[in-house]
């Protein structure tokens, strides 16, 4: 129960969230859509290869990962979107692809993208495609401790 860990650890560090219950939705856009919030609220968590480091990206949900800018900012020799079997076993108690931004957690370095800090607040999957949490942006960023940095662009159909 990824849910439950997750609450332990905000409440061990005394950080306020709220859990949010919704339908199922299997894509950032999608949980974005169904929950009435902007796709820039709203954070997804994406699994990259940096040479033959995974590392998690954080990023708006309408927002895509640049893996040239990435690749470049990181001196990387290689940049690529991670499958999902590339990092299914590291988050045993998520479900794929609804894993939090706390890489912290799993011994995998994090990349949030410089937009996320425009907000005081973030907003992210809670290791299920049916629950969110909201909490503190500086919250997040002493718990996580990302790196943060321009790596996301807006992806062409939301900005028009």
């Not at 849910?3 to 339908?23: G, P, R």
């Not at 991670?82 to 011994?107: H, S, V």
């Given at each position: 129960?990824?849910?439950?860990?997750?609450?332990?650890?905000?409440?061990?560090?005394?950080?306020?969230?709220?859990?949010?219950?919704?339908?199922?939705?299997?894509?950032?856009?999608?949980?974005?859509?169904?929950?009435?919030?902007?796709?820039?609220?709203?954070?997804?968590?994406?699994?990259?290869?940096?040479?033959?480091?995974?590392?998690?990206?954080?990023?708006?949900?309408?927002?895509?990962?640049?893996?040239?800018?990435?690749?470049?900012?990181?001196?990387?020799?290689?940049?690529?979107?991670?499958?999902?079997?590339?990092?299914?076993?590291?988050?045993?108690q998520c479900e794929t692809?609804a894993m939090p931004p706390?890489?912290?957690?799993?011994?995998?370095?994090?990349?949030?993208?410089?937009?996320l800090e425009q907000d005081?607040?973030?907003?992210?999957?809670?290791?299920?495609?049916?629950?969110?949490?909201?909490?503190?942006?500086?919250?997040?960023?002493?718990?996580?401790?990302?790196?943060?940095?321009?790596?996301?662009?807006?992806?062409?159909?939301?900005?028009?």
């Amino acid at each position: 129960m990824m849910l439950e860990s997750l609450k332990n650890y905000l409440d061990n560090y005394q950080v306020k969230f709220v859990v949010i219950s919704h339908a199922p939705a299997y894509t950032a856009q999608g949980v974005a859509g169904l929950m009435h919030i902007p796709g820039k609220e709203l954070a997804k968590t994406i699994i990259v290869r940096l040479d033959r480091e995974l590392v998690m990206c954080v990023l708006p949900a309408n927002f895509h990962v640049d893996l040239g800018i990435l690749k470049e900012a990181t001196h990387a020799h290689a940049a690529t979107l991670a499958t999902e079997e590339d990092f299914r076993d590291w988050f045993p108690q998520c479900e794929t692809g609804a894993m939090p931004p706390f890489g912290n957690l799993y011994g995998l370095r994090v990349y949030a993208d410089r937009s996320l800090e425009q907000d005081i607040e973030i907003v992210f999957n809670a290791g299920t495609h049916r629950e969110l949490i909201r909490m503190n942006w500086e919250d997040y960023k002493r718990l996580v401790d990302p790196i943060v940095m321009g790596f996301a662009t807006e992806n062409a159909a939301e900005a028009a």
